[in-house]
C-alpha cells in the first residue's frame, strides 16, 4: 500500500495534497541547466536524468491519487490550489534544459506541456476558477505565482528557438509585462513584507522557502533581458541597449543583496530541522541566479564565473541537505510504526 502521507499525497485530508514535490523537479532542471552553461557537462546529465526520472515518478503517483478518489475537492487550501503550477512548471524547465542539448524538442512535447497545464486547470481549478475550502489563513499566504512566470518563461524560451511560432514575440511581450507587475507588487508591499518576516512569525514565513521567491523573481528577469538583448542586437541602439543592460544589472545586483538577507533568516527559522516539501522551492531560485551570473559573467564582467559556480555548489548542496532530510524522516516514521 502506498504511503500517501509520505509523498504528500494524502487523499482522505485536503490539506496534505502537495504538489509541491513537484518543484523537486524544477530544482533538478534549473540546476541541470546552469550545470551545463558553466562547462559542468556530467554533473548536468546526472541532474536531468534525475529530473526525469523524478518527474515521471511523482506524476504516477499523482495519477494513481486521482485514480484513488483524490480530487479537486481534497484540495482546497492556497498552497495546494497554486502549487498545482508547479506540475507543468516542472515540465518546462525539463524541457528548455532538453532544447539546449543535441535533442530537438518536438511541438508533441510542447503540446504535452499545454495539456498538462489545461488538465491542472479543469481538475485541481487553482485560483478563481474553484472556491477555496478548508482554509484560515490570508489570500497572500497563497500566492505562490512564481510558478506561473516560470512557466510562462519556459514557453516563451522554447518558442524563441528556429522552430518556434510566429507568436513567440507576444508570448515574450506578456512575460516581461508579468516580470514587471511582479516586481511593482513587491516593492509596494515590501516594507510590510519586511515587518512580517521580523516578527514572531518569521519561522513559519521563512521556514517554507518562500522568501527566496523575491531573490528569483529578478534574476529570472535578468535572465529574459539578456537573452532578449542578444535576440534583438540588429534592432536596438545604443541608447536602449544601455537602458537594458543597466535594467538587468539592477536586477541581478537586488537579487544578490537579497540572497544573504534570505539564507540568514532561512537559516535561523530553520533549527528545528523540521520537513517541509516546500522547501525545494529555494532550490530554483539559487539555480536562477547562478544562471543569471553566468550569463553576465560571460557577456560583461567574465571574473563573476566563480560566483556563478559557487552558487551552483551551494544549490546543489541544499537540494542534498534536502533530500537528505526526507530520507532521514522515512526511516524515522518506519521505527515508529514498527515499534510496539
Known sequence: ???????????????????????????????????????????????????????????TLLLIWIVEGGSRKTCGTYECRYGAFTISSGLSVLLTRLSMDVIEVSPLALATDFALLVFIVAVIRPGLLGKIR??????????????????????????????????????????????????????????????????EHIKGIVADGSIFINMGFPALSSIFIFQAMQSLQGFLNNASVSFLLLLALGLWIYSTVWYPFAMRLYLLANRTHDFKVSKFAIIFPTGVYSTATYLISRAYFHGLQILSIIILISGIAVLLVILGELVSLHFVNHRKLAEP
Not at 170 to 180: K, S
Request: charged share 10%.
Open 134 to 199: 478548508n482554509s484560515s489563513r490570508k489570500v497572500d499566504s497563497g500566492l505562490s505565482n512564481y510558478s506561473i512566470a516560470i512557466l510562462a518563461y519556459s514557453i516563451a524560451l522554447l518558442h524563441s528557438f528556429p522552430d518556434g511560432t510566429n507568436y513567440s514575440d507576444l508570448i515574450a511581450f506578456g512575460v516581461v509585462l508579468a516580470a514587471i507587475l511582479s516586481m511593482l507588487v513587491f516593492f509596494r508591499f515590501q516594507r510590510y513584507l519586511l515587518r512580517t518576516y521580523l516578527s
Open 1 to 59: 500500500m502506498i504511503n500517501f502521507r509520505m509523498i504528500g499525497l494524502n487523499r482522505n485530508g485536503g490539506t496534505k495534497f502537495q504538489p509541491g514535490f513537484f518543484a523537486l523537479v524544477m530544482s533538478l532542471g534549473i540546476l541541470s541547466i546552469s550545470s551545463l552553461l558553466n562547462g559542468f557537462d556530467l554533473v548536468s546529465d546526472i541532474l536531468f536524468y534525475a529530473g526525469v526520472m523524478a518527474f515521471i515518478a511523482e506524476a
